[in-house]
């Protein structure tokens, strides 16, 4: 974790964290603490996986309540150079979320508010994004 993300007041927050939470197996909290605890965004990319996963009226109801708590961001035509340098690297070739990760990680780099993901962390790390990690959420 950077000294950035160490004084963040807000966190990007990725998908695996959402899902959890929907499936019940959010046991620590851990999405709780995060919004008590900072001011808590979602990509655009993030809420359309999710709505994606939902399967049926109810689960589409529990991801719309859900993102509801977030404040949405959007990626403007200066984000797509960073995307672009981003879905190069190594680390995300062959991945076939790669391009949510990579919009989330220029997300990151140009708004300098770091991620949130369990799943995730390593990967953001070795795309040198800043990250929190979820053990530092009290």
């Known amino acids: 974790m950077s000294s950035e993300a160490l004084k963040a ?8 964290l959402l899902l959890r939470f929907l499936c019940g197996a959010d046991t620590d909290n851990l999405l ?16 359309a996986e999710l709505l994606s996963r939902a399967g049926n009226d109810e689960e589409v109801r529990a991801a719309e309540t859900l993102i509801m708590l977030f404040q ?7 984000y797509a150079p960073t995307i672009a340098r981003l879905l ?4 995300l070739l062959h991945n076939s979320e790669a391009m949510r990760i990579a919009q989330n990680g220029a997300i990151s780099k140009e708004t300098k ?10 990967l953001y790390s ?13």
């Open 9 to 16: 007041q807000a966190i990007l927050v990725e998908t695996d």
């Open 113 to 122: 508010v770091p991620v949130l993901s369990i799943r995730y962390s390593s």
């Open 72 to 78: 949405p961001l959007g990626i403007p035509m200066r």
């Open 32 to 47: 709780v603490r995060a919004l008590s605890s900072y001011r808590c965004y979602l990509s655009v990319g993030s809420i």
């Open 126 to 138: 070795r795309l040198d994004i800043s990250t929190i990690m979820p053990n530092s959420i009290r």
């Open 88 to 91: 190069a690297h190594p680390a």
